[in-house]
């Protein structure tokens, strides 16, 4: 994706093997513990956020499902407004139970009951092995068959596990997404070139690396040329590359000035500096993914 002024707060992009489309920005929840979840996610809906990223692992799921809950009762939105995307760490001992793992979570995130669905489900990483994948995949797409979640995907996947999906016998390839590491300090080359050629959406996690490189001096000149924060910077960066970052705080200013994206753009002079910085997977500071089988 060139960059474009033409973004903004609404954008959003399509999606393969499914006719719905995914915001653009989202707003992860790594992290919010409850006390702060419905706060922070409430703040972010009002700020024009219509995304909210949570995990099983992250165990704020429910929490989640009551702010959207709350948002829509007190505002013209409705259900069909906000995008909610969960993931699925490990699989039960069954693919039956696993089935009945994903059942739950959309109970807690859609709390219309059996009118409720999620939006996008994710497996949440590849490390438990084949079979755990074989698993967790079937039941999701038993999941989406039966209208609980209207697209399924990956996260922390490589080239290599996604292909591995074909051995399935899956009705569904490729995934919608794969939600992977992604920042200037590691850009994932091959993977990003292979979901791009498949059409998968690149969701970037960690896309303000936890304000661990806001001194490093190249970001610091782009910073200071576009009169914006590090975290604006970066998440520009992502956009603009056409990847939906997912920017996670539970302070009110900051959750607000990572919305502020739009309006203004990144010249090709920063993009190339920004995209220089590329240390490949010495870059990630959670998990470069594996591209091996």
Known sequence: MSPSTSLTLDSSLALPTSPHKIPQLGFG??????????????????????????????ANETQVGQAVSQFCQKSSHSRQDIYLTTKILSPADTEEATYTKIVESVR????????????????????????????MWMALERAKKE????????SNYGVGHIEEIKSFGAATFPPAVNQVELH???????CVRYCVKEGIVLEAYCPLVRNQRAEDPTLKRVVERCGKSAGQVLLRWSLQKGWVPLPKSDTESRIKANADLYGWELGKEDMEALDGLDQGAKGAIVQAVDNGS
């Open 184 to 190: 200037p300090w590691c850009q994932q080359e091959e």
């Open 147 to 154: 209208g609980l979640v209207r697209a399924i995907g990956v």
């Open 29 to 58: 929840v790594y992290q919010s513990p409850p006390s702060t979840c419905i706060t922070s996610c409430l703040t972010a809906l009002h700020a024009g956020y219509r995304h909210i990223d949570t995990a099983q692992y992250y």
């Open 108 to 135: 807690k995130l859609d709390t219309r009951g059996h009118e409720g669905y999620v939006d996008l489900f994710l497996i949440h990483s590849p490390n438990g092995g084949m079979e755990a994948r074989r698993m």
